[in-house]
């Protein structure tokens, strides 16, 4: 019965998808270049590891994971644009 609840808690693709589009649009926000970088990487990677996952109670399990990562990211955004540094970084001065 457990694993019903649990096929049932499954996302879809397209919730997924939103997920990691939501992740890659708050690492955009981050000032700092190192931050947003290593944001947008941390995300990639985490579901570049998770793409093979067939178990629907392991994809519930890794969308709740992303969803709580998400929240992080976004409270941290919110802190690092209050100290966000006054000189470009090095990598930013080349665009």
Do not use: C
């Not at 049932?8 to 270049?33: C, I, M, Q, W």
């Not at 947003?36 to 590891?49: C, I, N, S, V």
């Amino acid at each position: 019965m457990a694993s019903s609840a649990a096929a049932a808690a499954a996302p879809s693709k397209l919730e997924v998808l939103a997920l990691l589009r939501s992740l890659l649009r708050t690492a955009g926000g981050f000032h700092d270049y190192n931050v947003r970088e290593y944001t947008k990487r941390r995300a990639l990677d985490g579901f570049r590891h998770n793409k093979d996952l067939a178990d629907p109670s392991a994809v519930a399990a890794a969308f709740s994971d992303g969803k709580s990562q998400l929240e992080v990211a976004k409270r941290q955004a919110i802190v690092y644009s209050l100290y966000a540094p006054e000189v470009k970084n090095v990598m930013e001065l080349k665009r």
